[in-house]
């Protein structure tokens, strides 16, 4: 035992080390039977994965709801910087342009024949994943069209039209929107939506023509009038006394969703999952109209592979089986996300859609239409970072008694602090 | 710590010479056993520490470019305000914590204290439950309790008449709501080692007090505060350091912006900015600088703590 015994403690010490060493750790091994994949919680990621599984009956597929969007990105970052990587990921439109920035991590998907797909879909939300040197490195899983959710009893109790159509009628512009809202206010005393800075700005200066960046990739933040004006709706709603001032996706903010504080709120295609779980007792109380402007996109997501992925090709299949036109246009049916490829736009199995939490509206017809006309805008690496200066300075005039006639300038100020330039 | 230090050399004795080390391989055997602790500290302990300072030097992407780029994050920290509004938000958390904590429990040690207490072991174990309940839970409670629309605490103040406060969104409120959670949980580990320093007092000076006609007050003020100096400015010290580096509170108070403790930061501490730039914008460099500038701080804590630690030793 003399000599073998720190010689065994030292083999077993090594072999714990080389056991913890990043990035050689294996998933599957690479027989394109298997893949592991990475997802968002709360999207019903695993209908569309047993599907595939009903259809490809010989794979294995290992499904991870790593959590929100972007707590996925973080975990792909860090992943990606030294771990072990899955072979398929789903990445939110708001993250994408930092991994966009980084085309080296990624499988180009030319390599597996995205060029023969490209064609499938909406080419705007396509261009958002295509690296400088024409990489693809995703394939767009949904767009996330836009409208507004309203409460037909609190509209009807308030004195306001109740039809859809009547309703969209009310607001064709964001200003007739904050008026209906003051109207509200004067019949009932209560506040009309949740906020300003998501329901109102944040849905603005998504229906632009340029956003943050030029089309040319240079930042125009600071000087684009659109930007200026999508933010002047945005103090504007703070300070007409029209909002409850909680945040979207607060812990407060569901509180008041199911308690029914807010007559309408702006809902992209993916928010109306999130008012049903979050308010499933008013279920039949809701209806959808058009957002003010007619038009716009916020959110929508993109299946990449990491390149150090194990099962590059099996990754692929899944790709190209469930994100066609057909397979998008299922998923719709299952979980209501909005497909990213026009040719099933006027497929009756998604104008027909009904839904009936929302008292029947035919959601794949009010959504898709949402995305006709729509003109599309570069979102670059800072993209998300500004965006949220610009939420946090009207979330600070609106909740924390911040001063409106300041607020532009200390959101370019804190903007510069947080990107450096 | 000088009694511990003597009950465990009378226990285990020096015997010098009683059995010779025999071979290399037992010399080197006592290496390996203790090798495990050493092994799992230097790589998640002090490799991580230093390469904290090497990093700090470059404009580090994870998953891209590493730019060396010298003392620029530095530079860009100093002249930050999100830096020094952290800074400010730690040390007005910090003070809004630590003054209260720890003069509610010395005034709860010398209450324990007390030979006349009954049921002394229940309340001496009660105050510790807030330390063993998890930081997350207490969150919850809190936020519930301080929120604005539903909160216990607006309720209350509703009963006479104030208009609901939005705690979590104004600094004050925050500062105050994070601090009340602190206290919470350190006052009843503060007040146990007060009671412990107290205890190892002889009783029969606060008996010749009394008898002498020292009333409660003066009995705390001449006899406890002066005896609990060094363990006082002991548990200053753990709570500057513990202050300094309060994290998981602010990042559980606002879960709208949960990296920056709300719109305009009115609660981001130092831990939760140097968290938000290394693991939200995933600027690794940058988030290193602020984790030197947070260890400097500690360090200088640390040589005030032995400074006047010395210096109360030599009075």
Not at chain 1, 121 to 134: C, E, F, I, N, T
Not at chain 2, 31 to 48: E, Q
Request: aromatic share 12%; charged share 15%.
């Amino acid at each position: 035992m003399k000599l073998r015994s720190p010689l065994l403690l030292a083999a077993a010490v090594l072999a714990l080390l080389t056991a913890c060493t990043p990035g050689t750790g294996g998933g599957g091994g690479g027989d394109g039977k298997s893949f592991e994949f990475w997802s968002f919680s709360a999207i019903n990621q695993k209908l569309t994965v047993e599907a595939y599984k009903a259809k490809r009956p010989d794979v294995e597929i290992k499904l991870t709801e790593v959590g929100t969007s972007t707590e996925t990105a973080q975990s792909l970052t860090t992943a990606l910087a030294g771990g072990k990587v899955p072979d398929l990921v789903l990445i939110q439109g708001d993250n994408l342009p930092q991994f966009v920035e980084q085309p080296q991590n990624f499988v180009d998907l030319r390599t597996l024949g995205a060029d023969e797909v490209k064609g499938d879909y909406l080419d705007w939300v396509w261009r958002q994943s295509v690296a400088k040197d024409g990489e693809v490195l995703g394939v767009p899983t949904d767009v996330g069209g836009m409208a507004v959710a309203y409460r037909t009893d609190l509209f009807a109790a308030a004195g306001l039209p109740t039809d859809r159509a009547a309703v969209s009628a009310l607001w064709p512009s964001w200003d007739a929107f904050i008026e209906t809202g003051k109207r509200y206010k004067q019949t009932t005393g209560k506040a009309f939506t949740d906020n300003a800075a998501t329901s109102v700005f944040y849905q603005a200066v998504n229906q632009v023509s340029e956003k943050y960046y030029s089309e040319d990739r240079k930042l125009v933040y600071s000087t684009n009038p659109q930007v200026k004006a999508a933010f002047d709706l945005g103090i504007k709603a703070a300070t007409a006394g029209i909002t409850s001032g909680q945040s979207s996706f607060e812990s407060a903010w569901s509180a008041g969703m199911a308690q029914g504080q807010y007559a309408a709120v702006s809902a992209p295609s993916w928010m109306l999952n999130s008012i049903r779980s979050t308010a499933p007792d008013t279920k039949g109380k809701w209806d959808i109209a058009k957002i003010p402007g007619g038009s716009g996109n916020w959110g929508g997501s993109y299946l990449a592979i990491p390149k150090r992925a194990k099962n590059p090709q099996a990754a692929w299949d899944y790709i190209k089986e469930m994100q066609s036109p057909q397979g998008q246009l299922e998923h719709f049916n299952r979980v209501g996300a909005l497909p990213s490829t026009p040719s099933v736009y006027q497929d009756s199995k998604l104008t027909d859609a009904k839904d009936p939490f929302f008292s029947d509206a035919p959601t794949g017809k009010i959504y898709t239409e949402s995305l006709l006309g729509l003109k599309p805008f570069y979102i670059g690496p800072d993209s998300a970072a500004i965006g949220q200066e610009f939420l946090n300075a009207i979330t600070n005039v609106e909740q924390s008694g911040g001063n409106p006639a300041t607020a532009w300038d200390d959101a370019l100020r804190a903007i510069k602090n947080a990107i450096g330039e | 710590m000088t009694a511990t230090l003597s009950r465990a050399s009378r226990a285990a004795p020096p015997q010098p010479g009683a059995r010779k080390i025999k071979g290399v391989g037992e010399r080197l055997s006592a290496y390996a056993y203790i090798a495990p602790f050493f092994v799992v500290f230097g790589v998640f302990g002090l490799f991580p520490f230093a390469f904290t300072f090497y990093v700090a030097l470059f404009d580090w992407n994870p998953i891209g470019d590493q730019v060396f780029i010298g003392f620029d994050n530095f530079t860009r920290m100093f002249g930050d305000p999100r830096f020094w509004n952290a800074a400010g938000n730690t040390v007005s958390i910090w003070a809004l914590s630590t003054v209260p904590q720890l003069l509610l429990a010395l005034v709860l040690a010398h209450v324990l204290n007390h030979a006349r207490l009954r049921f002394a072991l229940f309340f001496r174990m009660s105050v510790l439950v807030p330390y063993v309940t998890s930081v997350a839970a207490t969150a919850i409670v809190f936020v519930q309790l301080f929120d604005r629309d539903y909160g216990l605490l607006n309720w209350l103040l509703g009963l006479v008449g104030v208009e609901p406060v939005d705690f979590v969104q104004s600094t004050w409120g925050s500062h105050l709501l994070i601090a009340t959670m602190v206290t919470w949980r350190w006052f009843g580990y503060t007040t146990l080692l007060y009671l412990a320093s107290l205890q190892s007092l002889p009783r029969s000076v606060f008996e010749a007090a009394a008898i002498d006609g020292a009333g409660p007050w003066q009995r705390f003020r001449h006899i406890s505060v002066p005896s609990l100096r060094p363990v006082i400015i002991f548990t200053v010290v753990t709570s500057t350091i513990g202050g300094l580096q309060i994290f998981t509170e602010p990042l559980l108070i606002a879960t709208g912006a949960p990296l920056t403790c709300g719109a305009v930061r009115q609660c981001q501490t130092l831990t939760l900015f140097l968290y938000e730039q290394g693991f939200g914008q995933f600027e690794f460099g940058y988030g290193s600088a602020v984790g030197v500038a947070l260890f400097v701080m500690v360090v200088a804590i640390a040589a005030l703590n032995y400074l006047l630690s010395t210096r109360i030793k030599a009075d």
